[in-house]
């Protein structure tokens, strides 16, 4: 053993000197190992408060609009939409259909602006008789569709109880609320809407020759 020492001992400087850059080598790998993770844990930490941060947005600027029908007298009846949510909406189109019926019977073409906040309504008497008939009792229910922030929305169909007599509305009454919220409107035709907003100077139709949208893109899902 005391052999073994001695030789040690005898071991050049010089090859001791070589050993430095390993050794460097070595804790710079160790170094750049904990840098990574370090890291990867800042860019996980960033992410979460990012997806945070935007659902904290579409909480807060998600359009959330509220339908209620409502008995006026026994021919009348109206329709109140109100915007919940902080951002203003273009409304587009109201449906009303019989839950016995797939597609929507009435169809009432609107182009309203509504603000966050405030209620808009319109008297639908007539169109709602026109969908129950003379003589009904049960669920009707509505939906709007509108614009907000350049995209197309619809909303889920609320119902509401109604009873019709001899062409008479004898009561009308909200039911349930939906189940869920609004709905983006996808496009899957070969053309696409125009876009929400143009430039009207650079690109001038003809009134008499503008189109107007296809009434297809506004169909409510059964």
Sequence with gaps: MHMQLIDLSRIPFSSLISYIPVIATVVTCLFSVILARATLRYVEATDKGLALAREEFEREWSPDIHIKLERVSATEAK???????????????????????????????????????LTWSQEMGRRILNCTGEEFEGPIAASMTFYAAGRMYRTDWFRAQIQVREGRIASLEPSTMPARRVRVVEHTGPERRREFAQDVAADAVPEEEEVRPDESAFAAEA
Excluded: W, Y
Aim: proline share 5%; with cysteine.
């Design 79 to 117: 329709v109140i939409v109100t915007n919940l949510a902080k951002t203003s909406v273009l409304l587009q189109l109201l449906q009303l259909r019989k839950l016995s019926h797939a597609m929507p019977f009435e169809r009432c073409r609107l182009n309203d602006p509504l603000v966050g906040g």
